[in-house]
């Protein structure tokens, strides 16, 4: 059964970057599509980025465009979020999800096309 294993959350102060990583476990196929999210307490769970496993069809929240990248290392079977210029209104909670089959790999941003999560890693942007 695949696991997501997430690290690289933290405290940092705003303008300052972050890097997390997500080290994927288990059989994974190159179609699978892998994604970022975000989650205050009290909020529903919010897309951050996508792409496929095989590589290409990234897609970014318009909140993170320019300051976000993801990326993933087949060698290390590992994705991961770069985040840069954080803002306060980052600090969230970052799960890294994938997705077995997605309607398009256009338009797989939606939280209930994806199958598997991480814990969660605590983001925290002081002001």
């Known amino acids: 059964q695949v696991q997501l294993v997430e690290s690289g959350g933290g405290l940092v102060q705003a303008g300052g970057s972050l890097g997390l990583s997500c080290v994927v476990s288990?059989?994974?196929?190159?179609?699978?599509?892998m994604g970022w999210f975000r989650q205050a307490p009290g909020k529903e769970r919010e897309f951050v980025a996508r792409?496929?496993?095989?590589?290409?069809?990234?897609y970014y929240a318009d909140s993170v465009k320019g300051r976000f990248t993801i990326s993933r290392d087949n060698a290390k079977n590992t994705v991961t979020l770069q985040m840069n210029s954080l803002k306060p209104e980052d600090t969230d909670v970052y799960y890294c999800?994938?997705?077995?089959?997605?309607?398009?790999?256009?338009?797989?941003?939606?939280?209930?096309?994806?199958?598997?999560w991480g814990q969660g890693t605590q983001v925290t942007v002081s002001s």
């Open positions: 999800a994938e997705a077995k089959s997605c309607s398009s790999d256009y338009q797989c941003y939606g939280a209930n096309e994806f199958d598997y």
């Open positions: 288990g059989r994974t196929f190159s179609y699978y599509n």
């Open positions: 792409m496929r496993w095989s590589g290409g069809y990234t």
